[in-house]
């Protein structure tokens, strides 16, 4: 009997290594993100140990060092979409329709509002010096370079919410997703791996909740897109601050 476009694909389709094939590109990507990381912070810090001893035009290339683990997150999953899956479009469901503009405009604002209400309180509990801004560390070295702050906030803005949604909401998803995972299980699963993956203890449980938001427009779409757009929508204020720093 011919199976519905619309159904599940079976369980058996779709392994690599007896797993489904979005697993091996979630710990691909994740291993290449952590290993790249420790060595290009390596380069960066230098004999001396210390990253500010740089000259002020010397930090512009390190906004694009900066991304460069990121942009593994999100070539992992466009990988095995096209070696093993049915490509990235199909898999991801990747280009926002109107719909995604919608459901991603409407989960971004309140995502923004739910970190702000979090980070607010945890404000309280780790007090300013632990909650600091993590834009502000990375990129307050250029903020006389208007030419680098564009490009560091089209990196917030756009590469970033695209590589993380790719590999969160979208390998990782449909792995989960593969084996009949309940999908409100998926949501937490892949906001718990959304904050992890930020390395911002203070911030976890705001990012969690932002998580959640996010990945609820992926949830009720089934597109990879609306949640780019929520993420993408969630990230521009802050982005937009950077010029104000």
Not at 117 to 129: D, H, K, P, R, S
């Amino acid at each position: 009997m011919a199976r519905n476009e619309q159904d599940p694909p079976p369980i058996r389709d779709g392994l690599v290594l007896g797993a489904h094939w979005g697993f091996l590109t979630f710990f691909a990507g994740l291993g290449g993100y952590y290993l790249l990381s420790l060595i290009l912070t390596a380069v960066a810090v230098g004999g001396e140990g210390e990253v500010g001893s740089l000259r002020i035009p010397e930090l512009g290339p390190l906004v694009l060092l900066a991304f460069v683990p990121n942009l593994l997150l999100g070539l992992a999953p466009v990988f095995g979409a096209r070696r093993w899956g049915r490509g990235v479009l199909a898999e991801y469901r990747l280009l926002p329709n109107s719909r995604d503009l919608v459901v991603g405009l409407a989960c971004g604002g309140f995502a923004l509002l739910t970190g702000y209400v979090l980070n607010v309180l945890l404000l309280e509990v780790y007090g300013t010096e632990r909650m600091s801004d993590p834009l502000t560390e990375v990129f307050g070295g250029i903020a006389t370079d208007t030419g680098w702050l564009v490009v560091a906030a089209l990196i917030v803005v756009v590469c970033a919410p695209l590589t993380e949604e790719l590999f969160v909401r979208g390998a990782l998803w449909n792995g989960l997703a593969h084996y009949r995972v309940p999908p409100w299980v998926i949501l937490l699963l892949t906001a718990l791996v959304f904050a992890q993956l930020h390395g911002e203890p203070s911030r976890t449980i705001a990012l969690l909740g932002q998580g959640i938001v996010i990945g609820y427009a992926r949830l009720i779409t089934d597109r990879v897109g609306a949640s780019v757009v929520a993420h993408a929508t969630n990230n521009l204020p802050p982005a937009l601050l950077l010029f104000g720093s």
